[in-house]
């Protein structure tokens, strides 16, 4: 986490790096001199702030997904264990208590699941599956949902800064045509291509680790759904054992009254 932290103003600072580097000339003769990165990030006007907007939106998504997208989010073992163990001794409402004292993917599903069995006149195991997997499919597309917004903006990130860019080749191309000097017209749409292209660097370096990023979360995301499912396959299991091996267990009692 400390590492990633600093990833997006690295990338902004390549990104500032190697478009100072692709036209020097120009850059001194805007300002007789090297630029900075905070001068490079100015020439982009009103799309470097939309860029920033975004790889700040980005950097808060992925911060939500690393505290959400894990196994102690998605299914604490300590509640797996606890609702497992309280359905094995015949104790629904102390499962369901735990599940609301805890509340996530896990007990949401477990909680629909006891709802069915106590619902339920005479609970099955495809009726009882089928209310666990209705929960669990929309457990399922809210985790999925959580690492779409990174997609989004790494698919939206591009767009904007080729946006800045003809944006900027247009300014450069209308100011050639303008009252500069034939010898200085050169120079101006040099200057001018060479910072609107600073927004398409930049547009780039938010895509790509967002991208990346995306397609790790959507593995996570997967991962997590596979193991909420054995798990719920597990509870269903327990509950319907439970639910029939009570009244044996009560005939029990009543035979040694």
Known sequence: MKHLR???????????????????????????GARTVADLFRSCGWIGWVLAAMSVFAFADMCYLFATLRRGAVAPRAVVNDVMDNVSAGALDAARKVCDY?????????????????????????SVTSVAEGEGARQAAKLQSRAQWLL???ALAPMVGMLGTVLGMF?????VGGEYAVAAKPVVLAQGVSFALVTTVGGLFVAIPCMALY???????????????????????????????????????????
Do not use: H, K, Y
């Open 6 to 32: 600093n990833a997006l103003p690295i990338f902004f600072a390549c990104a500032a790096a190697a478009a100072a580097q692709t036209s020097p000339e120009a850059a001194g003769v805007a300002s007789g």
């Open 171 to 175: 300014e450069a191309f209308r100011a």
């Open 152 to 154: 989004d903006v790494a």
């Open 102 to 126: 805890r509340p996530g993917p896990f007990s949401f599903i477990a909680m629909a699941a006891i709802d069915a069995v106590r619902g339920l006149p005479s609970p099955d195991v495809a």
């Open 215 to 257: 397609a790790w979360f959507r593995r996570q995301a997967a991962r997590q759904t596979a193991t909420l499912e054995a798990l719920a396959t597990d509870l269903v299991i327990a509950l319907l054992s439970a639910r029939r091996g009570a009244p044996a267990a009560a005939a029990g009692r009543e035979s040694v009254r």
